[in-house]
């Protein structure tokens, strides 16, 4: 420092300001440093001498507490003297971890060893800024051939231990290789199966696109129909537009030419078919009289001879009265010989009336078996006369 400061400034993978002749500057490496413990003939736990080498990398901290620690250790000295240091604290703990171990510890476990060998020299290194990396067990040896005899020992049960590993990896090895089959024919089975799938989505993606693709087309093409349509429905229209005008100048015409043909008509037609008309509507007129009058007419006779008629009947009525008044008068003075009379007036007419149906008869045969009995049948009948007559007029003949 400057004047006999003592403030430090620590820069780490930087720079900085220093003043020639007047500030004081020291480097220290911060590189990793590979560092080869090494104990030899070393007493384990059970008295046997062994030699154990390892490899550990450190480094010094940047941490700025512990990076000013380890400057106040290490400041100025080379990297040879840092290792010389660090390497004698981790040979010190390595010995003093191997006494409390045993050999097959020691030799079985030795990332367990390392492990342990860090935690315990950690503390130490640390309070010097160091940090310990790594730390691994290379090798462990005896000259005493402990270790040898041990690892024949554990050779034969590891030979034997491996002929069973291998009998039992074979049989592992055929169930594990059916299995994986079995797992190899699922997976295909599964692949298959997506595969399957997949073709099954692709086609019906490509359906749906179709199907979409042919849905818009049809639209198009159903919007272009319309369109069309509507183009030609409006083309229909103007044409029907440019009909109706033609049809209403066509109609003006023909109204023209039938008012023209109405009072031609008129002129040739109507007026003297009026003429026409009121001429046999006159002589109509008179006809009707005519024939009422000669109605009038007969009426008038036939109700005249209606009446002469009458009158003659009513006198003929009343001289058939006076007649019969007469007669009756007449009936009554005479008594019983009028009432004969009258009866003997009115035989021939009942008679006639009796035999009109004979007389459409040729011949009449009456069936008998003796002539005497035929006489005797008209004899009984001429004797039935005079009661038949008597039961019509009340007339008896027999005593005439």
């Not at 490496?29 to 736990?45: G, K, N, S, Y």
């Not at 990076?67 to 981790?90: H, R, W």
Request: aromatic share 4%; glycine share 6%; net charge negative.
């Amino acid at each position: 420092g400057c004047c006999g400061s003592d403030t430090k400034t620590y820069v780490v993978g930087g720079w900085a300001w220093a003043w020639w002749l007047i500030s004081d500057t020291k480097r220290i490496t911060l590189e990793i440093m590979t560092l080869q413990p090494r104990c030899e003939d070393v007493e384990t736990a059970e008295g046997v001498a062994i030699t154990v080498t390892g490899v550990a990398q450190v480094k010094v901290m940047t941490d700025q507490d512990l990076l000013a620690v380890a400057c106040e250790q290490f400041l100025g000295k080379s990297v040879m003297e840092i290792k010389a240091v660090v390497l004698q604290t981790l040979e010190g703990h390595l010995r003093s971890i191997l006494g409390t171990l045993t050999v097959e510890q020691i030799y079985q476990d030795r990332d367990q060893f390392a492990k342990l060998v860090r935690e315990v020299a950690a503390p130490d290194v640390g309070r010097m800024g160091i940090e310990i990396l790594s730390f691994t067990i290379k090798d462990v040896y005896d000259k005493l051939d402990y270790l040898s005899s041990l690892g024949k020992t554990q050779t034969a049960a590891v030979q034997r231990d491996a002929d069973i590993g291998v009998a039992e990896a074979e049989r592992d090895a055929g169930i594990r290789e059916a299995e994986c089959k079995k797992e190899m024919m699922d997976v295909k089975f599964q692949a298959d199966t997506k595969m399957a799938d997949s073709r099954r989505e692709l086609e019906l993606q490509k359906a749906s696109f179709n199907q979409e693709v042919n849905t818009k087309k049809a639209e198009a093409q159903l919007a272009y129909e319309l369109q069309a349509a509507k183009e030609q429905q409006k083309i229909c229209l103007e044409e029907i537009e440019i009909q109706v005008v033609q049809r209403k100048k066509q109609i003006t015409i023909e109204e023209k030419e039938i008012d023209r043909i109405d009072k031609e008509l008129t002129a040739t037609v109507k007026r003297p078919a009026e003429a026409e008309a009121y001429k046999m509507q006159q002589l109509a007129e008179g006809h009707k009289i005519k024939m009422v009058l000669i109605a009038q007419a007969e009426a008038e006779k036939i109700r005249k001879i209606g009446e002469a008629e009458a009158c003659s009947i009513e006198a003929v009525g009343k001289a058939e009265a006076e007649k019969m008044r007469l007669k009756a008068e007449a009936y009554q003075q005479y008594g019983e010989a009028a009432k004969t009379a009258l009866v003997l007036e009115a035989l021939p007419k009942i008679a006639a009336k009796v035999a009109a149906p004979l007389a459409r008869t040729n011949e009449i045969v009456i069936l008998g078996g003796e002539g005497n009995r035929v006489t005797g049948e008209v004899n009984r009948l001429l004797a039935e006369l005079p009661v038949s007559v008597n039961a019509l007029t009340g007339v008896d003949l027999s005593k005439v």
